[in-house]
């Protein structure tokens, strides 16, 4: 299940690193967006 999910939000979710945001002036919607892809992946690749 994490796996689709790290598949739809790589196709969906905006990438912030390929536009180099700066996680200190991040607003909080961008770092929640943040968080939540980097949980997805986490969880993706333990399985």
Known sequence: ????????????????TKQQLDPAKAKKWQLAIL????YVTCRALDQ
């Open 1 to 16: 299940m994490f796996q689709f999910l790290a598949r739809c939000n790589r196709l969906i979710l905006p990438s912030f």
């Open 35 to 38: 968080a939540w892809r980097y």
